[in-house]
């Protein structure tokens, strides 16, 4: 189980929202996560190569930052059933590329641009999230 934290899970948000919004206003973008990092390989459609790099590396640095600010070490809990999760990142990527987007292109971008393909789409990754939890939990008793 995971902590309840709504004051982290705010901020957490409203920083994901403030990001969507600043990079749709300045480099007239989408923030789907999927999409820039898969945009990081050749070949290179277009110049901004340097603006993903940059998105990307402030995904990664975000962390370590709060780490350094907060003198507390950010905890992640993540299995260590490394063939079950290269699995589940097989069904993610297989799924983002499936269904044009991923949860922050179509939950977060698309959701406030009010696309009925994302709502869609959000509600079919959730309802898939939910059910794949009260497997694992509950019938699977993991």
Known sequence: ????????????GVLIGLSAVLLMAWEG??????????????????????????FVLGLVAAPLA???ISGTDVVQTVSSNLP???????????????GNGCTSGHGVCGLSRLSLRSLVATLTFMAT??????AVRHVLGA
């Open 1 to 12: 189980m995971t902590d309840f934290t709504p004051i982290a899970s705010t901020v957490g």
């Open 29 to 54: 973008r989408i923030a789907g996560i999927s999409g820039i990092a898969a945009r990081l390989l050749p070949p290179y459609l277009d110049g901004a190569l340097l603006s993903r790099l940059g």
């Open 129 to 134: 999230a939910f059910a794949t939890v009260f």
């Open 66 to 68: 709060y780490a350094a």
């Open 84 to 98: 079950l999760m290269a699995l589940a990142g097989l069904l993610v990527g297989f799924g983002s590329v499936y």
